[in-house]
């Protein structure tokens, strides 16, 4: 069992910069694809970034250019960098492990969930 814990949310105008985090508590962290999703109210729950054990990565064309997600195998957490934040970025921003080795951005990929850190963009 992998637990994860976002941390980082706020709230930011349009334009600013937020870096959320994402701590787990499991010795095999670095065998775990990981990924970053986002649900807004009303709306499903949808993939913004994921990275493999070795780094490579995959975004969501309405965050290509401004996010970059990154991992620290060594101490077990998971980054999204959000920059040039816009209004429509506002959302509860959740961290996700897969037991998959193919980076995903489809929620039903992954297997372990977050309970999710928001994140408020103003205009």
């Known amino acids: 069992q992998v637990q994860l814990v976002e941390s980082g949310g706020g709230s930011v105008q349009a334009g600013g910069s937020l870096k959320l985090s994402c701590a787990a508590s499991?010795?095999?962290?670095?065998?775990?694809?990981l990924g970053w999703f986002r649900q807004a109210p009303g709306k499903e729950r949808e993939g913004v970034a994921g990275?493999?054990?070795?780094?490579?990565?995959k975004y969501a064309d309405s965050v290509k250019g401004r996010f970059t997600i990154s991992r620290d195998n060594a101490k077990n957490i998971l980054y999204l960098e959000m920059n040039s934040l816009k209004p429509e970025d506002t959302a509860m921003y959740y961290c996700?492990?897969?037991?998959?080795?193919?980076?995903?951005?489809?929620?039903?990929?992954?297997?372990?969930w977050g309970q999710g850190s928001q994140v408020t963009v103003s205009s």
């Open positions: 996700a492990a897969s037991w998959s080795v193919v980076v995903s951005l489809q929620p039903g990929d992954f297997n372990y």
């Open positions: 499991h010795y095999t962290y670095d065998s775990y694809c």
């Open positions: 990275i493999t054990r070795e780094g490579n990565t």
